[in-house]
């Protein structure tokens, strides 16, 4: 916009350049430039005050005036019809362009005439008005204010977090307690909020918070939490967050959720709660309370608004509900399993040693390899080291794997000593399918590579003799302790040194190579 005027209205009253530049916000040179002009052509102030912005800049600058000056859009008209049902802007320019067309001279371009509106908008400190159609967004957010939850032993306090969604057509709310805001929290918070709406928004927007989303950088699309974008798959909507450092983008939505989270916290100000889940009871009570509430300055209340005029327009809900899942990668192990939570499940054995990713709720377990389901199972709980196992994931007839069964393993622990034999076979005893022990069996046989093979079986001795049934880790701990060489008949009364000269080594070929996973 043209700023010729104000900057000689400015001169006059003798403000210096540096003053009008900065207030303004104009660079000096463009200030020197019509100072200059201005005193070339002398315009009396009757004169100047008399004329428009146009006018003023073709008289200071009449080459100019050979080029087309592009019609400047009504401001005020744009703001002011932006409030009416189904206006655009996009709607506006268009007809900006007709009138221009009509004319003679020479219109704006859409994405230009957007940016002039906005900066308007940013000028007057005013809010831009989005026309929010009905079913179409739904926002979603924590609350500024926690809530306190009490011991009821201790009577000391700890901060829930308030989740808060609003439906920004008809300002219909949710809101929910949650314990922590982390994404366990905030994924399930959203499964809540959408059998609370019972119905799906074309687009869910929320706020850049690293839970759901991990970047929004102004020119690349946004990279979504993976559960996060999982979820939004399940119940088909968008993924659309808020602009980073744009307020007003939502600011009417904000209002509501301001009023809302007040209401709440003022309601219930005087309550102690001890359990989340009736202090949500409360809150849905005050919910309800706050939804229902008459509008002041138009008929009805967000939720009958809601019921009779957006409700309808929801997508349905899916068959299921999204039920909350977490990922990592695990690399099949040589028994064909993947270890979660301290827990084993199978995979087809095809895929040992290569990395898969894992999906796990809190039912089922699920494997995948390059983006492709290989095998899912139901999950394990209790007792640490449980096997889930497929009886088609093992090898058909150990083609792969000859080399790795019973009797190489028994045939190995012979070379060591009969101790280490013994708790071999205990560790295949122990396992309902024989592949089950590998892992451990290799781990403890490759103890001999670090201590010898004379510490070994000293330790395994040693072991033996104080339990029924030892395992890898009792072995382990016996040999960093040292305890093991109380186990060496030839150092019953005193630990002394061996001349490694006579023990029994063997290279890493004996044990089958020396990458083999402990």
Known sequence: MSKEKPILQML???????????????????????????????LPNDVLESMDEVEIRHTLFPEEALIPTLVTPDFPYIHKELLKNGVTLK???????????????????????CKLYQDYVTQHKLTMHIQHKPGDKLMVDWAGTALPLYDKTTGNSRKVYLFVATL??????????????????????????????????????????????????KYEDPVVNRSYQELADHY??????????????????????????????????????????????AIRKELDRFNDTPFQKKDGSRHSVFLEEEAPFLQPLPKYPYEFAQWKSATVQLNYHIAIDFQNYSVPYEYVRKKVDVRYTKNSIEIYYKGN???????????????????????????????????????????IGEATHQVIQGIFDSYRIEEQAYKSCLSLLKLADKYSTERLEHACRAALERIPSPRYKNIRLILESGNDKVADPSNRSA??????????????????GGSHEK
């Open 495 to 512: 630990v002394t040194s061996y001349d490694e000269s006579y023990a029994l080594v063997r290279g890493a070929s004996y044990y089958g």
């Open 373 to 415: 389901r290989i095998c899912s199972h139901k999950r394990l709980y209790g007792r640490r080291g449980q096997y889930s196992t497929v009886v088609e994931h093992m090898p058909v007839n150990h083609q792969l794997y000859s080399e790795w069964d019973q009797k190489r393993f028994l045939k190995w622990a012979d070379g």
């Open 168 to 217: 920004p057509f008809s300002m219909y709310c949710y809101a929910q307690a949650c314990g922590t805001m982390k994404e366990e929290d905030w994924i399930n918070a959203h499964i809540a909020m959408y059998e609370f709406f019972g119905g799906v928004t074309r687009i869910l927007t929320p706020d850049n918070l690293k839970v759901g989303i991990l970047s929004n950088r």
């Open 12 to 42: 006059r009253d003798g403000y210096s350049q540096r003053h009008i530049a900065s207030f303004l916000h104009v660079s000096r040179n463009t200030v020197a430039r019509v100072a200059k002009a201005a005193s070339e052509h002398q």
């Open 236 to 281: 088909h909507t968008a993924l659309l967050p808020a602009r980073v450092l744009a307020p007003r983008d939502k600011a009417a939505v904000e209002g509501s959720v301001g009023n809302l989270t007040s209401h709440i916290i003022a309601r219930l100000r005087n309550r102690k709660f001890f359990v989340l889940h009736t202090m949500n009871t």
């Open 91 to 113: 709607l506006l320019w268009q007809e900006y362009v007709d009138t221009c067309r009509n004319t003679g001279k020479p219109p704006y371009g859409y994405s230009q005439y």
